[in-house]
């Protein structure tokens, strides 16, 4: 069974403080690997796709990488507009043709000024 | 503007009287899903569909059903509703070969007394 779990369930960062969200997974072959961000009250909104161990993605402050077992979402110099809970989530290669995807239960990350 | 809508938003019903959730996208997707959000469990896939009157079973099934007759439209219906369905309900759509780009709907926060 695909799993995926995220740490620390919560992380209280000052403005500024640099750091990094874990995501690690156990899939039968991984198809991609996603990251989302949620806002209270509103549906997830989509950040990254990453398929193979080795690469790396970036927006902003955000940057997200990924090996055979885990992925990190890197934050760099937060602010509190990136408040929010950052979900991950996992495709694996035998979804025959399409999309069990499995969520985890996400980071909530809270940036105060 | 791209964007996945749902109704409604909020509900209270009580045990056993049937309702439907609607999800509606305006992006020609061919790829639509629902998930619940329950506190601790993240994000659960309850059903999928690939394209019109091809639907799927995700990882939580129990007690509902959908329809997919035309393809902006994939409603949830639920027959028999339990408390143990009250959650946060979204509907989720993307092009199949984007299997990444979910684009979600802002939820539906159900109650059943």
């Known amino acids: 069974e695909d799993q995926v779990t995220q740490s620390p369930e919560a992380l209280r960062l000052q403005e500024g403080e640099s750091s990094s969200l874990n995501c690690s997974y156990t899939?039968?072959?991984?198809?991609?690997l996603f990251w989302y961000r949620q806002d209270p009250g509103k549906g997830p909104e989509f950040l990254f796709t990453?398929?193979?161990a080795g690469e790396e993605k970036e927006k902003e402050r955000l940057k997200a990488t990924l090996t055979k077992k885990e992925s990190f979402l890197h934050i760099t110099a937060p602010k509190p507009e990136d408040s929010a809970t950052y979900l991950c989530a996992v495709l694996p290669e035998n979804s025959g043709g399409y999309q069990k995807v499995t969520f985890g239960t996400g980071t909530k990350l809270q940036v105060i000024p | 503007e791209a964007q996945v809508t749902q109704n409604p938003r909020y509900l209270i019903t009580v045990t056993g009287k049937k309702l439907t959730v609607t999800c509606s996208q305006n992006?020609?997707?061919?790829?639509m899903s629902w998930y619940r959000q329950d506190p601790g469990l993240g994000l659960r896939q309850i059903y999928y569909?690939?394209?019109?009157?091809?639907?799927d079973k995700g990882d939580v099934p129990e007690g509902y059903k959908v329809s997919r007759k035309e393809k902006r439209n994939f409603p949830l219906i639920l027959e028999s509703p339990s408390p143990n369905q009250t959650s946060l309900y979204f509907c989720a759509s993307s092009l199949v070969r984007r299997a990444d780009t979910q684009y979600f709907g802002p939820g539906t926060r159900l109650t059943v007394l």
């Open positions: 990453l398929y193979s």
């Open positions: 569909s690939m394209n019109v009157e091809v639907t």
């Open positions: 899939v039968s072959g991984l198809r991609g």
């Open positions: 992006m020609n997707h061919e790829y």
